[in-house]
Every structure is written in C-alpha cells, then in structure tokens.
T-cell receptor, first 110, second 111 residues
Framework: NAGVTQTPKFRVLKTGQSMTLLCAQD?????MYWYRQDPGMGLRLIHY???????AKGEVPDGYNVSRLKKQNFLLGLESAAPSQTSVYFC?????????FGEGSRLTVL | AQSVTQLDSQVPVFEEAPVELRCNYS??????LFWYVQYPNQGLQLLLK??????LVESINGFEAEFNKSQTSFHLRKPSVHISDTAEYFC?????????FGSGTKLNVKP
C-alpha cells in the first residue's frame, strides 16, 4: 500500500520555467491538498480538492494552478516559476478527519 | 477565520524530562484539533487528534493533549521524553475540510 506518492522528489528550475508536481493516492480518498512548507511558517494551503473534477483556492494560491481529472491524482502546476516559490511541497489526502501526507517535493527556483 | 498559534519555535529539553508544547487556536465554530509530527526529511504523521468526547487524548507513544475550550488551547505534553522524540511538531485545526497549521515547534531532546 503506497499511500500518497509525490513526484518528483527534487527539482531545480530557472526563473520563468514551468513544471508540474504529481500527487497520487491509492486510498480512494475524496479530499486532496497541496501545501507548501517554509521555515518558521508551518504549512500553508495552496489549493485543495473535495472530489474528482473540483478544485478550490487555499491560503496562498497565487502563481499555482491545479487539476483533479482523476480521483487518485492531484496535479500542482507552476506556469512561470519565481524564486519565492522555492519551498518544500507536500501533497495530502484526508479521510475521517485525518491527513495522510506524501514525503514531499523540494523545489528550488534560481 | 481559523488560525493556530504555536508560541515556541524551539524547545530544548533533556532526556527523561517532561515537556509541554503550546498551541492556541482561534475559531468561530466548533473545531477538530490535531497534533502532527515531522521527523527529518519526512512528511507529517498524525500524532493524536481531538474530534469530540473526552477532552484528554493520548497517543501510542506517551504524548497527550488536552482540549480546553475556554482557553482555546490544545497543548501537547509528555511526562518523560526520549531522544527519539526529537522532531518538529505541528498543531492543526480543521474546519469544512480545510486544515490550518501552526508554524511548528522543534523539540530537541538532549542526552
């Protein structure tokens, strides 16, 4: 049972480049989330989804887009990366009030 | 709006000493409260949660937290810490399926 899987785990981008982070869960959870973690700021919600085909903005959505075409996948896109988006990104799914996290994706934007 | 405040960014403590990690929340509605733990280079794992019922909740590894509605707090305690408890701890509140996290407290257990 893989749980929540994120790819890639590491990525270095140049300013202005685009990329997509993929999150996959095999627990059949309806709810999925993308967070970013920065030192001293905890986890901040970027976007979330309450089911296939639905997405919503979180606390810090600017500069990011998401899609949930399939229930098991939640994609996070950066159309034009900026140094301020250097962070560790965590995907999570939830069920019965509990979050299940992936291992994180470390993104560096130069 | 929901918010979670963890007043201590770092807590150093000696092994076998007691520890308390503080968490306060603000919410205009009923909340569910959580503590998550993050070991180095890993994702977050659920430590314990309060959904309803008894205000004192316990984890399998000796941590406990008490929901105090009047003080809007959910402090995490352990009577005797181990080196292996060294990690970062996050308090969280959920409302309408959105989870809000505090800024985290790094617990550093020294021998």
């Amino acid at each position: 049972n893989a749980g929540v899987t994120q790819t890639p785990k590491f990525r270095v981008l140049k300013t202005g480049q685009s990329m997509t982070l993929l999150c996959a869960q095999d627990m059949n959870h309806e709810y999925m989330y993308w967070y970013r973690q920065d030192p001293g700021m905890g986890l901040r919600l970027i976007h979330y989804s309450v089911g296939e085909g639905t997405t919503a903005k979180g606390e810090v959505p600017d500069g990011y887009n998401v899609s949930r075409l399939k229930k098991q996948n939640f994609l996070l896109g950066l159309e034009s990366a900026a140094p301020s988006q250097t962070s560790v990104y965590f995907c999570a799914s939830s069920y019965a009030g509990e979050l299940f996290f992936g291992e994180g994706s470390r993104l560096t934007v130069l | 709006a929901q918010s979670v405040t963890q007043l201590d960014s770092q807590v150093p403590v000696f092994e076998e000493a007691p520890v308390e990690l503080r968490c306060n929340y603000s919410s205009s509605v009923s909340v569910y409260l959580f503590w998550y733990v993050q070991y180095p280079n890993q994702g977050l794992q659920l430590l314990l949660k309060y959904l309803s019922g008894s205000t004192l909740v316990e984890s399998i590894n000796g941590f406990e937290a008490e929901f105090n509605k009047s003080q809007t707090s959910f402090h995490l305690r352990k009577p005797s810490v181990h080196i292996s408890d060294t990690a970062e701890y996050f308090c969280a509140v959920v409302n309408f399926n959105k989870f809000y996290f505090g800024s985290g407290t790094k617990l550093n257990v020294k021998p």
